[in-house]
């Protein structure tokens, strides 16, 4: 079955620290993903995607995430966090099943102390 | 107005209420989602229509009726509602059918509360 991880309920980094927030995937051909955002009290905003190529994504606001078949994984980074990267962070994949949706994690939400 | 636009943002109402959920985009898209987002659950896709027409129904109670009028307004009617259909429910939309593809532009979403 399709499916989509996200280890980490919650993370909290210091503002400036580097950040990385986990994604492994469970997906039988070869994936379509997303990383978006949730800032409290908005919607979702994507940050990147990847369909296929470099296999490192450079997104907004200073986000990459690389994507590794071996090891079913699509990890966030970003080298210096800022308070306002505070939010919660969704990793999706885009399923090509037939329907017409993403397959969505449990979201990690992100506490960035000053 | 831009993007995905969703009133009210904020509902609360009664089991035995009827009431309408407005979703709008400005973005030219032909595609639009209803998604309801409860707490600890991945987002879980309600319904997805294409140029006005209904293609997918992910087994939501008819207690959900969506509607969409035209390309650029989409509406969720809620009537007799339970508790557990609190949640924040959001609106999003796309340049054509989601095929795995393409990106889906997100509203603010509306949280409801049922009492």
């Known amino acids: 079955a399709q499916s989509v991880t996200q280890p980490d309920i919650h993370i909290t980094v210091s503002e400036g620290a580097s950040l990385e927030l986990r994604c492994n995937y469970s997906?039988?051909?070869?994936?379509?993903l997303f990383w978006y955002v949730q800032s409290p009290g908005q919607g979702l905003q994507l940050l990147l995607k990847y369909f296929s190529g470099d296999t490192l994504v450079q997104g907004i606001k200073g986000f990459e995430a690389e994507f590794k078949r071996s090891q079913s994984s699509f990890n966030l980074r970003k080298p210096s966090v800022h308070w306002s990267d505070a939010a919660e962070y969704f990793c999706a994949v885009g399923s090509t099943s037939g329907t017409y949706k993403y397959i969505f994690g449990t979201g990690t939400r992100l506490k960035v102390l000053a | 107005e831009t993007g995905v636009t969703q009133t009210p943002r904020h509902l609360v109402m009664g089991m035995t209420n009827k009431k309408s959920l407005k979703c709008e985009q400005h973005?030219?898209?032909?595609?639009m989602y209803w998604y309801k987002q409860s707490a600890k659950k991945p987002l879980e896709l309600m319904f997805v229509?294409?140029?006005?027409?209904?293609?997918e129904n992910n087994s939501v109670p008819s207690r959900f009726s969506p509607e969409c009028p035209n390309s650029s307004h989409l509406f969720l009617h809620l009537h007799t509602l339970q508790p557990e259909d609190s949640a924040l429910y959001l609106c999003?939309?796309?340049?054509?059918?989601?095929?795995?593809?393409?990106?889906?532009?997100f509203g603010p979403g509306t949280r409801l509360l049922v009492l």
């Open positions: 999003a939309s796309s340049q054509d059918l989601f095929q795995g593809l393409e990106t889906q532009y």
């Open positions: 229509y294409s140029l006005e027409e209904r293609v």
């Open positions: 997906y039988g051909a070869t994936p379509y």
């Open positions: 973005l030219g898209h032909n595609a």
